[in-house]
């Protein structure tokens, strides 16, 4: 019998059959009219012109204008760098301070270092974005203070395509470690303290039982985080738009050094009205988060097989 099956059986004998059914439906009906008729819609707008009042089919040509823009593949590349650099920067940093608060033995101080941390999480991330343009500002800026009172060259941090983009990742990766250290601190505490603990008796120090005993059994964890911050950072549009496109610079600069996948979807469509390209190019980015979920999960249903 299938688990469907079984499930089924299992609220009829309970009489839960009715209860559930008006309980789901309204959910599913949801589901169905927010998420997946827009995607529906959204594939059929991108083989269209997608002009309004006046769209045409055209077929694949919007995937093929795609795949021949260079301005787009900019975009992938850019997204995939800074998916890169706030991945490296993160995740290491994260679960460091992940495993210096699991090592914290009063709970009210735990708690306390936690929510320091999960702060700026909850924050507007225009509010976040706004701050730190005028940390980067490159005549009185804080962070060219610092690097002037020691000596060092001061930087035009968001002004320059080598350091611009690093330089909005800088302000991602810190906004959203929150995150990552809650995940992995729950990952932390599911390990049994036995193993470290036989570990200390075989003479391991801190260092071989991170490498030998948390790493391994906190992969899954690490796996997920990575993939979710990973897919979080495709659809990153915010703080580009608001910390590139102050006063009169354009969103995106310069000279595209900082335009992504998500922000090139809001030229194309708002400031081109080219709908119908724009949606090919959204179909192209849910098909790669598609496509990484399921990955996702087949590598954690094997590991739990």
């Known amino acids: ?14 009489g839960w059959g009715p209860f559930v059914f008006i309980v789901l439906v309204p959910a599913l009906i949801w589901i169905i009219v927010l998420r997946y008729l827009p995607i529906a819609y959204l594939a059929s707008l991108s083989v269209q012109t997608g002009a309004a009042g006046n769209s045409a089919y055209v077929g694949l040509a919007n995937y093929q204008a795609a795949a021949a823009d260079a301005v787009f593949r900019k975009a992938v590349f850019n997204t995939g760098e800074y998916m890169i650099l706030l991945l490296a920067i993160q995740i290491p940093l994260a679960l460091l301070i992940a495993v210096g608060i699991d090592s914290i033995k009063n709970r009210t101080a735990r708690d306390t270092v936690l929510t320091l941390y999960f702060m700026p999480l909850v924050t507007s991330t225009v509010a976040s974005a706004v701050v730190f343009v005028f940390l980067y500002h490159p005549a009185y800026g804080l962070f060219n203070f610092i690097l002037g009172s020691v000596g060092l060259p001061t930087l035009a941090y968001l002004q320059n395509p080598t350091t611009a983009l690093p330089a909005v990742a800088l302000m991602e990766g810190w906004k959203t470690l929150g995150f990552p250290v809650i995940i992995l601190l729950a990952g932390l505490q599911t390990i049994p303290p036995e193993l470290y603990d036989a570990a200390g008796v075989d003479g ?13 059994l906190l992969r899954p964890t690490l796996i997920l985080v990575l993939v979710m911050q990973g897919l979080e950072t495709l659809r990153m549009f915010t703080p580009v738009f608001a910390m590139t496109g102050t006063g009169s610079r354009t969103p995106g600069g310069p000279v595209n050094s900082t335009i992504v996948w998500s922000l090139d979807i809001f030229f194309q469509a708002f400031q081109n009205n080219r709908f119908g390209y724009a949606a090919a190019l959204a179909m192209l980015m849910f098909i790669v988060v598609a496509g990484a979920m399921v990955l996702q999960l087949s590598v954690a249903r094997r590991r739990s097989m």
């Open 204 to 216: 391991a120090g801190p260092w071989h039982r991170l490498r030998y005993v948390t790493l391994p």
């Open 1 to 14: 019998m299938s688990n469907f099956g079984r499930v089924r059986r299992i609220l009829g004998r309970h």
